[in-house]
């Protein structure tokens, strides 16, 4: 509706990743178009015209507030992360906690409206024990040990971007969403699932076959992380009880209507 507050200006963290250039080519697609920069280590590949590119490692938090200071985002998308999967625990602690936690202390600091962390639905799941119909009041797991690093660092993330939600009037405003699995046009996980398996590498299965395991659709992601901020920048400078105020300081679990068998 027209009462919706337009997002004006947005800074994609990790814009060149797969969810971030989608995050970036749907941005573009608002009305009226915002203006957007993106913040990568990787900014040579999946560049759009018009938009500002800074090389930018969020570890470094100098690199961050001196683009940040020609950026001005009202909005940020932090999607950026190293690839699930790895046995690097050093590496997700650096970029997932402090690359997060610099960027959240500088975004206070310039004045940004809202933050939106792209979290991860496995911040509530052990990996092992069955899981159905969860939703939002399911606590945050940290489980620090060495097959579940990159969800205990995704976790500690989550949890630091919740508590950076400002409960004074104009400060910053925060929310964490929570995808499972990612599909969808230019996702880097599906591609990788059917190269492996057309090179046959997939020779065992875990249970009956019949595992069910949640996926989320590209699209739904980017919609709740508009809806997110919209929310937040209606929300921000006002301190009401509003049903948009409920959004700041909250993670919400994105999905689709129905599981895909896997
Ligand atoms: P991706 O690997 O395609 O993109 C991540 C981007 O972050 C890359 O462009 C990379 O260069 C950038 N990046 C990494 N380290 C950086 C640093 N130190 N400084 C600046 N930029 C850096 O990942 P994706 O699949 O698009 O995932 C996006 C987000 O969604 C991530 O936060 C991920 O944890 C989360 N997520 C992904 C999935 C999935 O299935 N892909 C599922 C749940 C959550």
């Not at 915002?34 to 040579?44: A, E, L, N």
């Not at 759009?48 to 100098?62: A, F, H, L, P, R």
């Not at 979290?119 to 052990?126: E, F, I, K, Q, R």
């Not at 508590?163 to 230019?186: H, K, Q, V, W, Y």
Request: contains cysteine; aromatic residues 6%.
């Amino acid at each position: 509706s027209s009462s919706v507050p337009k997002i004006k200006s947005a800074l994609v963290i990790g814009g060149c990743g797969s969810l971030g250039h989608y995050t970036v080519k749907q941005l573009l697609k608002l009305e009226p178009v915002p203006r957007v920069s993106v913040f990568d280590i990787q900014t040579g590949h999946n560049r759009v015209v018009g938009v500002e590119y800074y090389d930018v490692d969020i570890t470094d938090k100098n690199q961050i507030s001196s683009a940040l200071n020609k950026a001005r985002p009202e909005v940020i998308f932090h999607t950026a992360s190293p690839p699930a999967g790895l046995s690097d625990l050093p590496l997700y602690m650096r970029v997932n906690v402090e690359g997060t936690r610099n960027l959240v202390g500088c975004a206070r600091k310039l004045d940004v409206k809202a933050f939106v962390y792209t979290s991860s639905a496995s911040v509530v799941h052990d990996s092992v024990s069955d899981m159905t119909e969860g939703d939002d009041s399911l606590p945050l797991l940290y489980l620090p040990d060495q097959t579940e690093i990159y969800s205990h660092s995704k976790a500690v993330a989550d949890q630091l971007v919740l508590d950076a939600n400002s409960t004074t009037p104009g400060g910053m405003l925060t929310t964490c969403i929570r995808p499972s699995m990612i599909f969808g046009e230019g996702d880097a996980t599906t591609k990788a699932l059917v190269e492996r398996a057309a090179e046959g590498k997939y020779k065992w299965q875990i249970g009956n076959g019949k595992n069910l395991c949640d996926w989320t659709f590209n699209e739904n992601v980017i919609h709740a992380q508009f809806l997110a901020a919209e929310a937040l920048l209606n929300a921000h400078g006002q301190m009401l009880a509003s049903e948009d105020m409920l959004v700041a300081g909250q993670g919400f679990i994105i999905t689709n209507d129905e599981h895909i068998s896997f």
